[in-house]
């Protein structure tokens, strides 16, 4: 951060000076930054009724509908929208978006800054220094706000991928581990019902040795697409998680085991019934399961994750492709 507040620092002290040294033309400036503002840093959708109606409007007070230099300068400002609108979605996160954000801004302030010149009969050496201020402002403009933008687009992919897993895109651990955490207090505190499911796909490492690991990834997304699909179907409040390898889990907030069995069942059907293809193989998936619910006696988190766990086992060591409820 420091490589940019040092340079926009200088930046901001010269423009300053500059400012006070030609304030009286400064207003078309800062309408410049203005717009160039909301177009390439907010991406501001805005119709070409309103902008004209807007148009209308101010000209109408101003009494200047029927001067045609005023349509001009509106044309220009117009322009400087939607042309910096058009390079914000050419942004390519590289060094050049920078000459991609000042040429074309500093084009149209400089054919709007020739208008100005012509009706206020202004010096070259005039123009030049409001050119340059205006460069300057852009400049800072892009420099802070830019850095920002990068600062917060950084911040949110980690916490994607704090929060989600990279293969499946649903919660991963450290999400259930926080959400398990969170709804076991709730429920202990409110008596509000809760429950667990785990479940696991039957033979992956099957499926692994048989067509490969690229067929193994797309066995574990498809699954978590299908899953996920059908929790939105059934309850768009209820949310999956991969907790390892072939594991998933699924927390059923405000449910008993009675009212979350045939969300469960549903689950299981699915996926069952599922089509599987992999590099023109086609491939039978099924899940076992293990569901319990919060019991008065579970003083911690891990024992309610325990009970589901071995009704898991058990379904898995009865022959796979159930669910065991207790």
Known sequence: MDCVVTPLKTLMGFS????????????????IFAVV???YFLLMDIHWWETL????????????????????YAGVYVALFYVMK?????????????????IPSLILSAILWALIGSRFHL????????????????????????????????????????????LTHVNNYFAFKNDFEEQFAHSRTTDQPL?????????????????????????????AQLVTKQLGELDDTLHLYRTGGEEFTILFTGYTTEQA?????????????????????????????????????DDQRVDIFHRADRNLYHSKQTGRDRVTIQ
């Open 195 to 223: 429950t667990l499911m785990l479940f696991d796909i039957d033979h992956f490492k099957q499926v692994n040795d048989t067509y490969g690991h690229l067929a193994g990834d797309y066995v574990l997304s498809h699954t």
């Open 261 to 297: 069995a045939p969300l469960v069942h549903s689950i299981a059907q699915r996926v069952r019934e599922a089509h599987f293809s992999h590099d023109g193989h086609q491939i039978s998936i099924s899940i076992s399961a293990g569901v319990t619910q919060l019991h008065t006696d």
């Open 37 to 39: 503002f909301v177009s």
């Open 86 to 102: 058009a390079m914000r979605t050419r942004k390519q996160d590289h060094w050049t978006d920078y000459f991609r954000f000042i």
């Open 123 to 166: 010096t070259t050496t005039n123009i030049l220094w409001e050119m340059l201020f205006i460069f300057l402002l852009l400049s800072m403009m892009y420099l802070y706000v830019d850095s920002l933008m990068t600062g917060a687009a950084t911040l949110a992919r980690l916490t994607y991928t704090t929060n989600f897993d990279e």
């Open 53 to 72: 109606g807007t148009i209308l409007i101010y000209m109408g007070i101003n009494g200047t509908l029927g001067v045609p230099l005023s349509w001009i």
């Open 16 to 31: 300053v000076h500059l400012n006070v040294q030609f304030k009286f033309y400064n207003l078309p400036n800062f309408k």
